[in-house]
């Protein structure tokens, strides 16, 4: 799931969520709408880099 790239959902919420940008190699801040979306969208920078830096291939 660290290489789906980010979806803000069909909501009109305004969340700063992080997502993993594998061709950045990091991750990096996306508005996530508050419903929908996928598994690359998380609450903090350290979340996603725990989840995805180590276990992308």
Known sequence: YCKLK???????AYFVNYYYNPA???CQQFVYG???G????????????????????
């Open 38 to 57: 996928n598994q690359n969208r998380f609450n903090s920078g350290s979340e996603c880099n725990a989840a995805c830096q180590i276990n992308v291939v």
């Open 34 to 36: 508050g419903c929908g």
């Open 6 to 12: 980010p979806e803000a959902g069909p909501c009109d």
């Open 24 to 26: 950045a190699g990091y």
